[in-house]
């Protein structure tokens, strides 16, 4: 006789199976440790999966990967041309776009935070480098549109690169950490404030390098201002010098009542 398997502990299962791949990696789990986390036997968890492989890609399928890009995607490009989130309308569709795609990652944390932290010995070991190269890449693509001064360099684009990888390394970590829903999300929001606040700065920089190069014959502010300091400074020493006795002068009036 065929066992029907049931849905309700098929799901419980893959729940299970995402938090232990999360928690240890995939190559150091095994069967024995998802049964338990499911409180289950290992008799009945093969009864759904055949294979630890086969349990895994059903815990972390490709279509979560595949959607996890397009909607950071969209977000991405829904940001515009604006140089500060604060810039946007309260009803911008990138706070909604924003929101739907922290509900994606808290709807399905655990397979989130494989695919992003605890990747190794599967096929998405690659995943995080190549997921930070696509955000660099879009990051560079709006940058030329709201800093078109900016030139990217090696330099700009490395620190760029490494931005994006610890972002996402830390919201790994932040899904990880905080197993209640608003701690996480309070959490992320945090990162992602200081985020974006680095990445404005670290534009704007980039962006105000290039304008003064293209520009050598006008003076840098920080010139402007040295300038006036530098005279401030002249005329404090002259003043000191011309309020001081000159060697000598306040003794001639005794010296000359001492002729008399």
Same mark, same amino acid.
């Given at each position: 006789?065929?066992?029907?398997?049931?849905?309700?502990?098929?799901?419980?299962?893959?729940?299970?199976?995402?938090?232990?791949?999360?928690?240890?990696?995939?190559?150091?789990?095994?069967?024995?440790?998802?049964?338990?986390?499911?409180?289950?036997?290992?008799?009945?968890? *093969?009864?759904?999966?055949?294979?630890?492989?086969?349990?895994?890609?059903?815990?972390?399928?490709?279509?979560?990967?595949?959607?996890?890009?397009?909607?950071?995607?969209?977000?991405?490009?829904?940001?515009?041309?604006?140089?500060?989130?604060?810039?946007?309308?309260?009803?911008?569709? *990138?706070?909604?776009?924003?929101?739907?795609?922290?509900?994606?990652?808290?709807?399905?944390?655990?397979?989130?935070?494989?695919?992003?932290?605890?990747?190794?010995?599967?096929?998405?070991?690659?995943?995080?480098?190549?997921?930070?190269?696509?955000?660099?890449?879009?990051?560079?693509?709006?940058?030329?549109?709201?800093?078109?001064?900016?030139?990217?360099?090696?330099?700009?684009?490395?620190?760029?690169?490494?931005?994006?990888?610890?972002?996402?390394?830390?919201?790994?970590?932040?899904?990880?950490?905080?197993?209640?829903?608003?701690?996480?999300?309070?959490?992320?929001?945090?990162?992602?404030?200081?985020?974006?606040?680095?990445?404005?700065?670290?534009?704007?920089?980039?962006?105000?390098?290039?304008?003064?190069?293209?520009?050598?014959?006008?003076?840098?502010?920080?010139?402007?201002?040295?300038?006036?300091?530098?005279?401030?400074?002249?005329?404090?020493?002259?003043?000191?010098?011309?309020?001081?006795?000159?060697?000598?002068?306040?003794?001639?009036?005794?010296?000359?009542?001492?002729?008399?």
């Amino acid at each position: 006789m065929v066992q029907v398997q049931k849905p309700h502990v098929r799901d419980a299962l893959l729940l299970a199976a995402a938090q232990t791949f999360a928690e240890l990696g995939f190559e150091a789990t095994t069967m024995a440790d998802v049964a338990a986390r499911a409180g289950s036997s290992i008799g009945n968890l *093969y009864k759904y999966f055949a294979s630890k492989q086969q349990l895994f890609d059903a815990a972390v399928p490709a279509e979560l990967v595949h959607e996890l890009s397009r909607r950071t995607g969209v977000r991405m490009r829904a940001f515009g041309t604006a140089r500060d989130v604060r810039e946007l309308a309260e009803g911008a569709p *990138y706070h909604a776009l924003a929101g739907e795609l922290l509900d994606y990652c808290l709807a399905h944390r655990a397979a989130v935070v494989v695919v992003l932290a605890r990747a190794e010995g599967t096929p998405y070991a690659a995943f995080s480098g190549q997921f930070a190269e696509q955000l660099t890449a879009w990051s560079l693509d709006y940058a030329r549109s709201a800093y078109p001064q900016l030139e990217p360099s090696p330099a700009f684009c490395f620190v760029l690169r490494r931005a994006y990888r610890s972002f996402i390394a830390a919201v790994a970590e932040a899904l990880q950490a905080f197993p209640t829903e608003a701690d996480a999300r309070a959490v992320i929001a945090l990162l992602t404030t200081n985020h974006q606040g680095g990445l404005k700065r670290l534009f704007e920089t980039q962006g105000g390098v290039d304008a003064q190069s293209q520009n050598p014959d006008e003076p840098s502010v920080r010139e402007h201002t040295a300038r006036p300091r530098a005279r401030d400074a002249r005329a404090t020493r002259a003043d000191s010098r011309s309020a001081e006795p000159r060697a000598g002068q306040a003794d001639r009036p005794r010296r000359a009542r001492r002729r008399r």
